[in-house]
């Protein structure tokens, strides 16, 4: 007779997807579209290794049963609001609104901490997100170009009023997908993207959120596809969720690919 | 409802001075009194209703400060723009321009913004009517699924706009959100019979003017300030046809207008109106008898005029191309009795000759009436044409009719005339080509035919001719003229 717990595991080993593929990103010297101090031109990105899909339903589904503790019935409040994972059809099932191969939203920044360590990985910083994200398929860099900014305001003109598609869309140049186009994710950082060391604002905390003051603090103002990401996370606590916000994990560039 | 108003009104009227003096004594004795503040709430807590344009909520009709509540939900949505064209608005409350809000000078309003769980975006709201950093974008901040509530006095009275603040300012701007706040005075403002909701805007799309579609935000055409579209109330045609605002004849009409912008000052004018009283900039001051106001990006006016002939009057931003090019175009349609003393309507119909203008044509009226009524005189004729010949002969024939040595001949004491008094029908109806001789001298010119004159004109300014002058006299009557248009055109030598 098989334990429960025997059960549990079998049933986690199952479900799980093939492990996470996690791609080499070199990293160097970035302009990032906020800049760390008025001073520094540009900013140094370690090299680091980024997950090259967002976490699914069915990936998060396989951690809250093995983390009992991040089932939306048992999760403690501070780390998630009531929304929390209020898609699946239970606390330990996705059911028709979460197909498994569809990113996991509704997820706190706690949650998708806790599951990028159960991967031995962190969530990305900014930076390292934003890094990323400057890629296209053909490009190490390819924010000048009218054209992906047009196809990345594309996603933002649509309300998401239909289910969100599966992961899996077209690779940038280090093999990454999904950066753009399907969902916000959170990044390890994202409540310090307020804070500021200009000396010319007074490190006044407030400077993202309301009229022209986006515009004194970004370097790139008219990357509104880089603003509204930082203006979105900007908006958010820990415990929140939303419909749109997923995540994927980071590791070291030294970490074994698993 | 005009009644109700008017009741209300009265009420409010006879309630309301009493308050007004004191809050004036206040301000008199402590040097230290905040401009609208009346003290604390009174009663119990108020919830504001709002309304989608082009309505505006009835009047507050109060007379003591009230907390006020205020409920405003965020909704990302795809709409029509323009008829086949579709966009994604950023709303508040639904539509665009965003609801409307209405308080009394001394409020306090607990705002709560909610930001539907749908949404992909965070947002915000700043009031220009909210006296405090960033106008409560600051503490409004709110992610998709969340709620924010934050409390002001309204201490000015006046329309203000609100607009989302959250970073891209410009594209949430462009993408709708934004509406008006109107905060009265104490003593509200005077009952009038209609309040409407307008507020313009200017859209950015990657297609072009009525390009079909899904259309998208085009972030290069907002920062260029090259809009695709400016139009009213969120799409074209939001105010025309079924959807026009309505009115009818004698009524006092006030319009809440303000400009969403992101980018254009809108020129904001009603074809075929006055406006009696124009708050400008939404402020308290009047200015009156205002055929255009300048509205700013995100400012406002209170307009108002009296109705008095019936019609379809359109609102238009008179930078003419946005209203004919861009959809800028709304309809106030007025229905009523027409009242002739202030406006006729079109009265006459008629040939339009430049330098006919100048001489006075009460004559020529007077004959085209007289001919109509088969009683016309000779003496009408002359009077009739001495002022058509004024206008159409003198140019080349002189006002003496001495003509021009070597060039025109004359027409006075001219034997070419009295030769043939019928003579010159032909010529005015055909033209005259080659050499004459008049009074002893040749001539060797061209006088085209005066296809625009009427058999009437002919005939009077003949008569006028031929009793001019020393002349021979006698009368050319429109039969005579009609008999020679009739015939067929001589050869260009027979008349000679």
Redesign the interface.
């Known amino acids: 007779m098989p334990t429960t717990s025997a059960i549990a595991l079998a049933a986690s080993l199952l479900l799980a997807a093939p492990a996470a593929d996690y791609v080499a990103l070199p990293g160097g010297r970035f302009l990032s579209a906020l800049p760390a101090d008025a001073k520094a031109e540009a900013v140094t990105v370690a090299p680091f290794r980024l997950r090259s899909e967002p976490v699914t339903n069915a990936e998060f589904l396989a951690f809250v049963r093995t983390h009992p503790q991040w089932r939306r019935d048992r999760v403690a409040r501070l780390f998630a609001e009531p ?1 929390y994972l209020a898609h699946w059809q239970a606390a330990d099932a996705l059911g028709p609104d979460a197909p498994p191969q569809q990113p996991v939203t509704q997820v706190s920044w706690f949650a998708a901490k806790a599951y990028c360590e159960s991967e031995g990985a962190r969530l990305p910083t900014w930076y390292e997100w934003e890094f990323a994200a400057a890629a296209d398929a053909t490009r190490a860099d390819a924010r000048k170009d ?1 054209a992906w ?2 196809r990345i ?2 996603w ?6 239909a289910p969100l598609a599966a992961i899996g869309g077209e690779a940038d140049v280090y093999g990454v997908r999904d950066l753009h186009g399907l969902i ?1 994710e959170w990044v390890d950082d994202f409540n310090s993207l307020l804070v500021s060391a200009d000396s010319r604002d007074q490190n006044d905390p ?1 400077r ?8 004194l603090s ?1 370097r790139d ?2 990357n ?1 596809a880089v ?2 990401r ?3 996370l ?4 820990a415990a ?5 916000l997923g995540f994927r994990c980071a590791k070291p560039a030294d970490a074994e690919n698993k | 409802m005009k009644s109700a108003l008017f009741a209300l009104a009265a009420v409010a009227a006879a309630a309301v001075p009493l308050h007004g003096h004191a809050d004036a004594a206040a301000a008199a004795k402590n040097p230290s009194y905040v401009h609208g503040d009346f003290g604390p709430p009174r009663g119990d807590p108020i919830h504001a209703v709002l309304t989608a344009p082009p309505h505006v909520p009835a009047p507050t009709m109060r007379n003591y400060p009230a907390k006020v509540i205020v409920e405003l939900e965020v909704i ?3 709409m029509p723009i323009s008829e086949g064209v579709t966009y ?1 608005f950023w709303t508040f409350g639904g539509t665009v321009p965003g609801s409307f809000i209405r308080v009394r000078q001394g409020d306090t309003v607990e705002f709560h913004l909610r930001n539907n ?6 947002h ?1 709201i ?1 009031l220009h009517g909210v006296t405090g ?3 409560g ?2 503490s409004s ?6 709620e924010s509530q934050f409390t002001f006095k309204a201490l000015n009275e006046g329309l203000y706009v609100y ?1 989302c ?5 410009g ?1 949430h701007v462009a993408n709708g959100m934004y509406g008006l706040l109107l905060v009265e005075p104490p003593q509200g403002l005077t009952p009038v019979d209609h309040e409407y909701y307008v507020m313009q805007g200017d859209f950015y799309t ?1 297609g072009k003017y009525r390009e079909k579609g899904h259309q ?2 085009d ?2 055409a907002a ?1 260029a300030e090259k809009p695709t579209y400016v139009v009213f109330n969120g799409a074209e045609g939001a105010l025309t046809g079924d959807k026009a605002l309505t009115a009818k004849t004698g009524e006092t009409v006030r319009l809440f207008v303000g400009n969403g912008g992101p980018n254009l000052v809108s020129s904001f004018h009603v074809i075929g109106e006055i406006f009696d009283r124009v708050q400008y900039e939404g402020g308290t001051h009047v200015q009156e008898n205002v055929q255009t106001t300048l509205i700013p990006a995100g400012g406002a006016a209170i307009v108002e005029f009296h109705t008095e002939v019936p019609g379809s009057y359109v609102l238009v931003d008179h930078s003419i191309f946005r209203a004919f090019n861009k959809g800028a175009l709304a309809i106030l349609k007025v229905d009523g009795p027409e009242d002739k003393s202030i406006y006729s309507g079109k009265e006459v119909d008629s040939v339009y000759l430049g330098e006919r203008a100048n001489p006075n044509l009460a004559a020529v009226t007077q004959a085209t009436k007289a001919a109509a009524s088969g009683k016309l005189t000779k003496e009408e004729q002359i009077k009739a044409g001495q002022q058509l010949f004024t206008g159409t002969c003198s140019v080349c024939h002189q006002a003496n009719g001495e003509g021009l040595p070597g060039v025109f001949p004359p027409l006075a004491k001219s034997d070419f005339i009295a030769a043939d008094p019928k003579r010159p029908v032909q010529i005015l109806l055909r033209g005259l080509t080659g050499k004459v001789t008049v009074n002893g001298k040749d001539y060797n010119s061209v006088m085209p035919p005066m296809s625009q004159l009427n058999d009437d004109e002919i005939a009077n300014i003949l008569t006028f001719v031929l009793n001019s002058w020393g002349n021979p006299g006698g009368r050319i009557e429109a039969e005579d003229v009609a008999k020679v248009r009739a015939e067929k055109p001589a050869t260009p030598a027979a008349g000679h």
């Open positions: 929304r009218p900014r047009e305001l594309g933002y003109a649509h309300p998401s009023t916000w407030d993202l959120k309301f009229c022209g003051a986006g515009a970004l103002t008219e509104y603003l509204m930082v203006a979105m900007s908006s958010l606590k929140d969720t939303t419909v749109n | 990302e949505k795809e994604t769980p749908n949404n992909k975006m965070p915000n700043d950093p960033g106008g974008a600051a901040f709110t992610a998709p699924g969340h607009h603040a959250t970073a891209p300012v594209m990657t998208p935000f972030m290069e920062i």
